[in-house]
């Protein structure tokens, strides 16, 4: 009997163990919240316990996706999606965390950008990503968009926050170089969602990201572009 430890194994067992127990604690704090007055409900302190639960709870999962995606287990279940209903769907998962953050989030999808196809479960991991991110730097305003360009279903996020540094719009995150493990910032979430939209392909085109400052709300705009 072999001694040696599979130890990626081991931690992607260990990640799913703690995804699993946060998921629980998430679903207690929304019962906490039901039970308890307003002046708690939107009390910082509790605010915050949520934002910094739900943002671990996206890390992990970023984390197994990646794991998944290096062990070839992950692949994208491309659907026909209504992308309106999909995006409020996006909204109500934030809603009460962002009314208690005194933050608003709108959703706005034109016209010709009514139906797309693209693994729901894959995209909505990382716009809760994006989200949970723009969340830390917006002011009191997010948006959540959809449009056509070219062909190219456009999904974006923007805050009325201070913008990308210069030096993120400048990186190119599909590789894992961009990683750096001795900062304060990994980059991981967007690495995750780089990979995430190079799973959606048609034809020659393969999806992608963009991000950019300016938008409606003058502060960062992250882009999904899905073929």
Sequence with gaps: ????????????????????SLGMLLNSLDEVRDSVGEEVRGARPFT??????????GDLVQLLSLYRLSEEKLSATVEEQLVHDFLDEQQAHHRRLLEGLGITLEVHTEPDAEEGYFDP?????VLT??????????????????????????LSVEDDGP???????????S?????DFSTGSTN??????????GMHTAGDRQGFTRLRNGGDLGGSVFELWLP
């Design 48 to 57: 915050t316990l949520e934002y910094e639960a739900q943002r671990v709870h």
């Design 188 to 197: 991981l979430g967007l690495y995750f969602a780089e990979r995430m939209a």
């Design 129 to 154: 990503n994006v989200i949970n991110n723009a969340i830390r730097y917006a002011g009191s305003q997010l948006q959540l968009n959809a449009r056509a360009e070219d062909g190219w279903l456009v």
């Design 121 to 125: 479960q894959l995209v909505s991991g």
């Design 1 to 20: 009997m072999s001694n040696d430890l599979d130890f990626s194994t081991v931690l992607a067992s260990t990640v799913h163990d703690m995804k699993n």
């Design 175 to 179: 590789g894992t170089e961009r990683i």
């Design 163 to 173: 913008g990308y540094p210069e030096h993120m719009l400048e990186v190119d995150f």
